[in-house]
């Protein structure tokens, strides 16, 4: 079954350094990679995703993310960091079956 | 506007009282999907639906029924509610599974109590 895999619930930043939230999958098959942001209060937005080709995926809000094969991880990162960037993070992966199977999340918090 | 609709969005009740938290999109989407959202365990699909009256289990579905007599709707149902089942819920739909390149839209969530 396809799985991912998010080793970190928390992530702390400064404003203005760069971030990275971690994904590591579990798949049989090629891997459909998806990141999802989610507000307080709020349902979750879809960020990027990888489907096949270029393994650098630009996605919503400078946000982009590095599919590395041999490492079989998915990480999400961006440059600089806001603080309105502070949220839930979620990694997941699509599931022919069934759906989308997700992480338990990242909670990011970027300070000023 | 494309949305995904939830109904309640807040919810408290008492044990074994019947309840439905209704789901519809307006996007003419095929695949539609519960979830449900705990601190720790990340999102858990509790049913979907490929399309009208095709649904199947996800990965936690005691408790719950769906239905999808209408392509635009898919509410789900708890016919006794307990306490743990206590929880954030969100549905989301897609065009279908057989696209592979395809994005789940949420709807916003329901937070429900069960007491």
């Known amino acids: 079954a396809q799985s991912v895999a998010q080793p970190e619930d928390q992530v702390n930043v400064a404003e203005g350094n760069p971030l990275t939230v971690k994904c590591t999958y579990s798949?049989?098959?090629?891997?459909?990679l998806f990141w999802y942001v989610q507000y307080p209060n709020r349902g979750l937005q879809f960020l990027l995703k990888?489907?096949?080709?270029?393994?650098l995926v630009k996605g919503s809000y400078g946000f982009e993310a590095e599919f590395n094969k041999s490492q079989t991880s998915f990480h999400l990162k961006k440059p600089s960091a806001l603080v309105s960037d502070s949220a839930l993070y979620f990694c997941?992966?699509?599931?022919?079956?069934?759906?989308?199977?997700f992480g338990a999340g990242t909670r990011l918090t970027v300070k000023p | 506007e494309a949305q995904v609709t939830q109904n309640p969005r807040y919810l408290i009740t008492v044990t074994g009282k019947k309840l439905t938290v209704t789901c519809s999109q307006n996007m003419n989407h095929e695949y539609m999907s519960w979830y449900r959202q705990d601190p720790g365990l990340g999102l858990r699909q509790i049913y979907y639906?490929?399309?009208?009256?095709?649904?199947d289990k996800g990965d936690v579905p005691e408790g719950y029924k769906v239905s999808r007599k209408e392509k635009r709707n898919f509410p789900l149902i708890l016919e006794s509610p307990s306490p743990n089942q206590t929880s954030l819920y969100f549905c989301?739909?897609?065009?279908?599974?057989?696209?592979?390149?395809?994005?789940?839209?949420f709807g916003p969530g329901t937070r429900l109590t069960v007491l």
């Open positions: 639906s490929m399309n009208v009256e095709v649904t």
């Open positions: 989301a739909s897609s065009l279908g599974l057989e696209r592979f390149t395809d994005t789940q839209y």
């Open positions: 990888y489907i096949t080709g270029d393994n």
């Open positions: 798949v049989s098959g090629n891997p459909y």
């Open positions: 997941a992966v699509r599931d022919l079956s069934s759906g989308m199977r």
